[in-house]
């Protein structure tokens, strides 16, 4: 049995030494040495350049039938002759490891290729045996697959002597189960099969060592293995990655799907549009609802080019035409559809800090549910518009802790496309419940600082972690703990990242809720939704209030007005 199984160290002798000898170890006899007590091994010297237990001559003293040794092959004999042929093709024998030192055989039967088909397995270092008996054994090999010798080359035999005990089955050398599960398309558990190919030999060191023996090539069948299990499948098995906490954002924190009712017009033709926007204004009298079935029914880029090719055709302004011919809230929707997205924010943004009051809502409106990028070309149109920067028309118009959380909302440096990080959420939970229901008084500048910067799934997991820290929602800890604009803005941002479709259909209900309607807001929400999310809009609005947002409209507006309300939200007039 191998050493590596585990028991017992020596392994059975053959049943005779060699040819002709009695059977166990060598006779003794008139001049034949017998085993030194020292030495490990039956049959052989106590140390190199002792000399072989063996006589080689002809007429061997004892008269034992040794076989004549040829002259290349002697053994016994200081003064550093030849060590025999090679044990396989290929491969030589390496020169004794100093002067008058032998190669001797480890015991009987597996000699250096003095006997056919005992081969000798090569030793790891110059002077010591690769025999697995006590003392000789080589290390377990460090990973399936590699030598178990410490050196480079020296690959590890499949059995320690010809025709003797297999390995174990534990034994991770080729032919064995592979006990390592390698990560691969098939998932875990299933091992990646060695590339086909010869045998390979690994250069000796420098210094030079015995030639190594050549490995076999396990054979897999992946179809053999088990199926991995699910814990496994969440393993970093075969990676470099350190175990993280990011993992692939759950569905219930990932983005939802966003749809406009507004789709591009197909076929498009700038050039006829204008013609027909030209008619429509042209004379007495003003075709409104020409001007509705173009500018209601293309998107904000063709828009964009009817614009352009109007003033290149005619050599006039549209906006200036239509502001000419159109009044009342239908030209405000019309005028509003004629300015590109960033601007129509910045006009907005502007308007409500313009004046004597402030439109909080607008503000936090705006920068509470528009993107990094929809925020930051915003910023850079009202620059262009007005001469000055959006962050000093908010310093000069707000105060406080609210003034604060506005222009770290008008930065657009939220985080996004963020992987959910659980631990991280854990930890500004607890921050967020620390800052606030834990202490007397409120850190508002925490909540600032967490609410302003994390992406919209990094917070939805946030707030459900609050949840289970505190048994109470982020919600009612906001109301708690802050007021006024500052209690609506926070509020905002938790709406918008819990469901943003669910806050625009809260908004378009409150607009025309009650007596009299919120055009400004009606408006404001149509336009610059209609080709972002409004299909998920009318869905929650019906959910929610248990009509048709069409029916809002219709019941709430009139005229032409009405008639292009419902064309952006894509009903019939």
């Known amino acids: 049995m191998s050493f590596y199984g585990g028991g017992r160290g020596y ?23 017998m085993p030194d007590q020292g030495s490990p091994y039956p ?47 290929g491969a030589s024998q390496p020169a004794a490891p100093y002067p008058g030192a032998l190669q001797p055989a480890p015991y009987p039967g597996a000699s250096s290729s003095l006997y056919p088909g005992a081969a000798q397995p090569a030793a790891p270092y110059p002077g010591a045996s690769s025999s697995p008996y006590p003392g000789a054994g080589q290390p377990a090999a460090p990973y399936p697959g590699a030598s178990s010798s410490p050196y480079a080359g020296a690959a590890q035999p499949a059995a320690p002597y010809p025709g003797g005990p297999p390995q174990p089955s534990a034994s991770p050398y080729p032919g064995a189960q592979q006990p390592y599960m390698a990560n691969t398309a098939g998932g875990y558990g299933t091992p990646s099969a060695l590339p086909p190919g ?74 006829d549009d204008c013609q027909k926007l030209r008619k429509a204004m042209k ?50 929707v019309v005028l509003a559809l004629m300015m590109p997205a960033d601007e129509y924010d910045a006009y907005e943004l502007n308007r409500a800090m313009r004046g004597a009051g402030t439109d ?8 509470t549910s528009r993107s990094n990028a929809e925020i930051q070309a915003a910023s850079t149109a009202y620059k262009k518009l007005y001469g000055h920067t959006l962050e000093s028309d908010i310093k000069g118009d707000t105060s406080g802790h609210f003034g604060r959380l506005m222009i770290s909302l008008a930065t657009g440096g939220r985080m996004e496309n963020q992987a959910v990080d659980m631990n991280k959420a854990t930890m500004d939970a607890k921050a967020l419940y620390d800052a606030g229901e834990k202490k007397w008084g409120t850190d508002e500048s925490r909540f600032n600082a967490i609410l302003a ?18 048994g109470r929602t982020i919600e009612k800890a906001i109301e708690g703990e802050m007021s006024g604009y500052l209690e609506k803005g926070m509020l905002t941002i938790v709406k918008v990242v819990r469901n943003k479709d669910a806050y625009f259909a809260e908004k378009l209900y409150k607009s025309m809720k009650g007596l009299g309607t919120d055009d400004k807001t009606l408006i404001r929400v149509i336009v610059s939704r209609c080709e972002v999310d409004m299909v998920q809009i009318k869905q929650l609005f019906m959910q929610i209030y248990g009509k048709t947002l069409a029916k809002f409209i219709t019941d709430d507006t009139s005229g032409h007005y009405k008639r292009i309300l419902l064309s952006l939200t894509g009903e019939t007039y």
């Open 198 to 271: 010869p045998a390979t030999y690994s250069a000796p060191p420098s210094g030079g060592y015995h030639t190594p023996v050549p490995r076999q090539q396990p054979q897999y069948n992946p179809q053999s293995q088990p199926a991995p299990t699910a814990g496994m499948q969440n393993l970093n098995i075969g990676s470099s990655n350190k175990p993280s906490s990011q993992v692939a954002t759950p569905s219930q924190y990932k983005k939802p799907l966003e749809q406009g009712t507004l789709k591009p017009h197909s076929p498009f033709n700038a050039e």
């Open 43 to 89: 049959g052989q010297a106590p140390y190199p350049g002792a000399g072989a237990p063996y006589p080689t001559g002809p007429t061997a003293p004892g008269g034992l039938p040794y076989p004549v040794q040829p002259p290349s092959a002697a053994i016994g004999f200081g003064g550093g002759i030849p060590q025999p042929a090679a044990p396989y093709p």
């Open 360 to 367: 909080e809502d607008a503000m936090i409106e705006i920068l």
């Open 283 to 332: 004379g007495i009298g003003t075709d409104e609802k020409a001007i509705i079935d173009i500018l209601g029914h293309r998107i904000g880029k063709q828009r964009q080019e009817i614009k352009l090719m109007f003033k290149t055709m005619f050599g006039k302004n549209l906006v200036n035409d239509l502001k000419s011919e159109l009044g009342g809230k239908f030209e405000d």
């Open 11 to 33: 392994l059975q002798q053959p049943s005779t030494g060699y040819p002709g000898a009695a059977p166990g170890y060598p006779q003794a006899g008139p001049g034949m040495p």
């Open 453 to 470: 910067s994390q992406s919209y799934e990094q917070l939805r997991a946030v707030f459900d972690e609050y949840g289970k820290i505190t």
